[in-house]
């Protein structure tokens, strides 16, 4: 039976059991054109760090991700092997939910690239990029994107709403155009610029604190 790992808003299953050999291993990194990092490569330790020092998890693959087809084949990876796997941005999760144990890390840290359209005045920004990032890139042309507190802040993370509530994101929902990511079944897929309805409010609903 497969077991689940829950964490706030969000429920990953996974199953023991998953084989893993040289070959497989040899075949996936062959396949990116990013990094494949173990756990008996040096780069490790340095590589499953999280922002938040108290969490320590250690994940048996960390695929460095440098593009579109990097993320597609990783995604693949995982679920061929049903893996437990964990997608980190730009890395400023408080809760560790950026990385596993015993599982694939999908980092996207690698894939900083902010594009400013001036005829447009709108910002393409990849998902490894932190608010300091887009601010770099704005600011040399007199424009700002209003979002996020810290420069550290990993967008894709704020733009998703950052795992504070479900309402969160709909702080932002005229900043947001549309966009193209990767599913579970890995194929790529383009979302629409319209935010789902924002859930209404429930009296005597008991209220969270973060």
């Known amino acids: 039976m497969p077991q689940c790992a829950i964490a706030r808003f969000h429920v990953i299953c996974y199953s023991k059991g998953s084989m893993l050999n040289e070959t497989t291993l040899g075949k996936f990194k062959a396949n990116l054109r990013g990094e494949l990092i173990q756990r008996n490569d040096e780069r490790y330790e340095e590589a499953r760090k999280l922002y938040n020092g108290m969490i320590d998890k250690r994940p048996l693959l960390i695929a460095r991700c440098v593009d579109v087809a990097d993320v597609i084949t990783a995604v693949n990876f995982g679920r061929d092997l049903d893996l437990l796997i964990a997608i980190r941005g730009g890395g400023h999760n ?18 900083k690239s902010v594009r400013v359209d001036l005829a447009t005045r709108r910002v393409r920004v990849d998902p490894g990029c932190t608010s300091g990032d887009v601010d770099h890139a704005t600011h040399a042309f007199g424009l700002a994107v209003p979002f996020g507190i810290v420069s550290t802040t990993g967008v894709a993370g704020l733009t998703l709403g950052g795992g504070h509530r479900v309402s969160y994101a709909q702080v932002r929902p005229h900043h947001r155009q549309p966009a193209r990511g990767g599913r579970c079944p890995g194929r790529w897929r383009f979302c629409h610029s319209q935010p789902e309805p924002a859930p209404r409010p429930v009296l005597g609903a008991p209220r969270r604190r973060w």
């Open 94 to 111: 408080g809760p560790g939910l950026g990385s596993c144990d015993d599982g694939l890390v999908i980092d996207l840290s690698m894939m």
